[in-house]
């Protein structure tokens, strides 16, 4: 079968759901989406493609805590952020600034040896998002007192919003 041969390389969502939907014992079936989830995770060479699978495998199985625990992860992009905030923000907002706060700061590797344009434009929005859900004095404080933690750095978004609120 060909979707299952190339899945863990692709990370192609119709894939996914496809061979899912076909293995009928359910304690194989877990352990096959298990694999397939750590290998997502733990892709480099097709990050963008990979991290993209694993928020709609999270998003398909309406596990929407566990997508904003992932947002400190570099593995989401800003973009992938910003495309399921809402549903995120709906959820549980303190966790999800929280998250968005700690988010560890995107990498340049060798596999994406460019920043993705469109990065900026997905700030942008997250920062407009968080500024119409929380209080201005809350996001002020909450970035404040998690610049005293020990190895702390700020993300992109920080910075962003650092500015724009001065």
């Not at 060479?45 to 991290?51: H, I, K, L, M, V």
């Not at 968005?100 to 990498?107: F, G, H, P, S, V």
């Not at 040896?113 to 929005?125: G, H, K, R, T, Y």
């Not at 968080?130 to 404040?144: C, P, S």
Request: aromatic share 14%.
């Amino acid at each position: 079968m060909y979707c299952a041969f190339f899945l863990p390389f692709t990370f192609e969502f119709e894939d996914y759901e496809f061979i899912r939907d076909r293995i009928s014992n359910e304690e194989e079936k877990k352990k096959w989406r298990t694999q397939i989830l750590s290998r997502a995770k733990t892709a480099y060479q097709n990050r963008g493609q990979s991290a993209r699978f694993y928020i709609q495998v999270l998003h398909s199985e309406g596990r929407v805590k566990k997508m904003i625990e992932e947002v400190t992860d570099s593995l989401f992009s800003y973009e992938q952020i910003a495309e399921y905030f809402d549903i995120m923000v709906a959820t549980d907002k303190r966790s999800l600034l929280a998250s968005l706060i700690t988010k560890r700061a995107e990498q340049i590797s060798f596999y994406n040896p460019q920043e993705n344009p469109q990065s900026n434009e997905a700030i942008a929005l997250i920062a407009e998002k968080l500024v119409q859900n929380f209080d201005i004095d809350y996001l002020k404080l909450a970035i404040t007192e998690s610049e005293t933690r020990r190895w702390y750095q700020p993300n992109k978004l920080i910075q962003f919003i650092k500015q724009k609120l001065g």
